[in-house]
């Protein structure tokens, strides 16, 4: 017996829940790609990208999923043997640092302590040491969604500038943007890479860069880029050149009203609805950690993730819940990734196009298979969650 008939509900940390409203925007014919309305699309998306960005800066399109922006990030600004730092707090830092190294660049990994956000001290101190300023670039991960944590972007910039050092601090928002607050002028972020499939709520398959006045000064003397991924070609006076070929018209169909949706919305109200839904979702699981079976991942509390919540196992199997809240209930779960986490986590998304709704019904799912498989746990993690969102929108008044 199931009672999984019915919507499915994708709680993954991307690609995450796409609108209807998007879904019905890309469900049309192609159009002519050097003229007329991909042409508005196009520009009105850049314009729009700037004020989720927070930028003066036009952002970069690609044809490309996250990484493809890491690769564009890293060539248009670097040089063959350059040094850059890589700040490892999960998986994704390490394979950001991984494709600098296979492009020829020399590359140094610091890693944070187990299960914590990189310290701002340790990025300072490591930056003041290198008194030759080998060190070109330093990169960041906002929210790294495999270990479910956040790192503070503003005080990670603060010691690039305490330590009087002139590396180019390029910053991964894939898993943050449109879910919490980034700045990319008023933190001094040279450069910006993002996805579409994640925040803002569109298919995988673009990409941006937003590149400041920094990181486009290195681009001119960067010998690391070549055509597709190229600042200068893209910024040719031909609408083409903007995607190095044809556009992809249907994505830039769904982006552009996934940015109205966001717009219309309010970028405070997104962000608000993502941390109390993020705050239900922890509320749960501190109750039903109580069994003993699992826990956060995230040792503390305030470098937990508002996108997405890393539960990790000790001795119980977790693909168990997970097959059951698929098989039985209809919720899709995201597995642990990486050599630390696989076979060993479940993620809880709740990023995106995401309400109170889905995340109870998600968070319901998960305690019906506590309960039918036998895990032990706290009871009444749901209404622990629905405790939680109700003392919060207590004090909202309705419209």
Same mark, same amino acid.
């Given at each position: ?9 994708? $709680? ?100 944070? &302590? ?25 990169? $960041? ?33 894939? &898993? ?224």
């Amino acid at each position: 017996m199931t009672v999984q008939n019915g919507r499915e509900l994708l $709680a993954i940390p991307g690609p995450t829940t796409v609108p209807d409203e998007v879904l019905s925007a890309m469900h049309r014919p192609a159009v002519d790609l050097y003229s007329g309305e991909i042409i508005s699309v196009t520009m009105s998306c850049i314009s729009d990208l700037k004020k989720i960005i927070r930028t003066r800066s036009e952002p970069f399109l690609y044809a490309a999923n996250g990484h493809g922006a890491w690769e564009a990030a890293l060539v248009n600004c670097l040089s063959r043997g350059d040094r850059v730092l890589a700040l490892q707090s999960g998986m994704f830092g390490g394979a950001w640092a991984e494709m600098a190294e296979v492009l020829g660049l020399d590359v140094e990994v610091l890693t944070a &302590a187990p299960r914590r956000a990189i310290s701002p001290d340790a990025v300072s101190d490591r930056l003041r040491a290198d008194r030759e300023h080998r060190i070109k670039a330093v990169l $960041a991960v906002q929210i790294d969604t495999a270990a479910g944590i956040v790192n503070d972007v503003p005080a990670l910039r603060q010691a690039v500038t305490d330590a009087g050092h002139p590396a180019l601090f390029m910053v991964d928002t894939i &898993a943050s943007l449109a879910c919490m607050p980034f700045e990319m002028d008023a933190w001094g972020v040279d450069v910006t890479v993002a996805g579409s499939q994640k925040g803002l709520m569109t298919p995988p398959g673009l990409a941006f860069v937003a590149a400041g006045e920094r990181a486009r000064a290195a681009h001119r003397h960067a010998d690391l880029v070549t055509r597709y991924w190229d600042w200068s070609f893209r910024e040719g006076d031909e609408h083409y050149q903007k995607y190095c070929g044809t556009a992809p018209e249907h994505l830039m169909f769904g982006l552009r009203r996934a940015l109205d949706m966001l717009l219309e919305e309010g970028l405070e109200h997104v962000f608000r609805r993502h941390a109390l839904l993020a705050d239900a979702t922890r509320a749960a699981v501190e109750r039903w950690a109580e069994g003993g079976a699992f826990g956060f991942n995230v040792l503390e509390p305030v470098e937990r993730s508002n996108s997405v919540t890393t539960l990790r196992f000790d001795e119980t199997d977790p693909q168990r819940v997970i097959d059951f809240c698929r098989e039985r209930c209809g919720v899709v779960l995201g597995i642990g990734i990486g050599p630390e986490l696989s076979g060993r986590a479940i993620r809880i998304a709740h990023m995106g196009h995401v309400n109170a709704a889905m995340t109870l019904g998600v968070l319901g799912a998960f305690e019906t298979a506590l309960t039918a498989l036998g895990i032990p746990h706290g009871k009444s993690g749901v209404a622990e969650a629905a405790t939680s969102l109700g003392g919060a929108l207590a004090v909202v008044p309705m419209a």
